[in-house]
C-alpha cells in the first residue's frame, strides 16, 4: 500500500494557510460580496442615537466610531440625509486651516472586506478610506456618489477616513470577517495524525510511500 508521504500534507497545510491575494476594489455591491465570500456583516447605523459624535470612542451598532484630533477642527455626527435618506455619519475630518480630525471605524473582529455607500466622497474633499495596509482615495475610482468596496488579502482591525475641507457622507458600512483559514490547516494536520495511527505502530510515511 502506497501511503501519503508528510512532505504532501506539509504542502496542503501551506496552501491552506496562504499565500494571500492581492488587494481588489469595487463600486458594485454583487461584485464586492462575491469576492468576499458572501453578503457580510452590515451596519446601517439605523440604531445609533442621531447627533454629534464625542471625541473617543462612539459605539455605533456592530462598530465602533473612534473620533481624535483636535477639538478645534471640523465636525462629525449622525443624521439622515443624502445617501438614502436614513440615518448616516456625516464627516468634516480636516480643515483648510490645517487642523484635523481622524474617524476611525473599528471592526468587533479583524476582516478581509469593507463597502459603504457614500455621497460627496469624491468632490472638493477627495475621501480617502484606509485599511492597516493600504489606501484608496475614491475620487481615483470615479466614485462621488455610491458603492464602493474592497477586499483584501491580509486582515485588518479598521479603516481610517480621511478627507481635507469638505464633508462626506457614509451609510450602510458592510464587512467580512477573516474567514478560518487555519481551520483548514489544522484539518491537515489532523489529516497527518490520522495518518500516523493507521500504519502499524503509528509510523510517518516516508517521502515518496518508502518504509
Known sequence: MRHVPIVGLVALIVCATGPRAEAQTFTNLAAWQAAAGGAGELEDLEGVAPGPLV????????????LTGDTASGNAFVDGGAVNGS?????TVTTNQGSSRTLTL???????????????????????????SESYRLADFGVNDGFFG??????????VLTSPFEGFQMDDVRFVPEP???????????????????RPGGRLAKPGGVD
Open 55 to 66: 471625541l473617543g470612542s462612539n459605539p455605533a451598532g456592530l462598530v465602533e466610531i473612534l
Open 87 to 91: 440615518r448616516e455619519l456625516t464627516g
Open 106 to 132: 473599528v471592526f468587533p473582529e479583524p476582516v478581509i472586506a469593507f463597502a459603504a455607500s457614500f455621497a460627496s466622497a469624491s468632490t472638493g474633499n477627495h475621501l480617502t478610506v484606509s485599511s492597516a
Open 150 to 159: 474592497f477586499v483584501e488579502g491580509s486582515p485588518f482591525d479598521a479603516v
Open 180 to 198: 478560518g483559514a487555519l481551520v483548514a490547516g489544522f484539518a491537515a494536520l489532523a489529516a497527518l495524525g490520522a495518518l500516523a495511527r493507521a
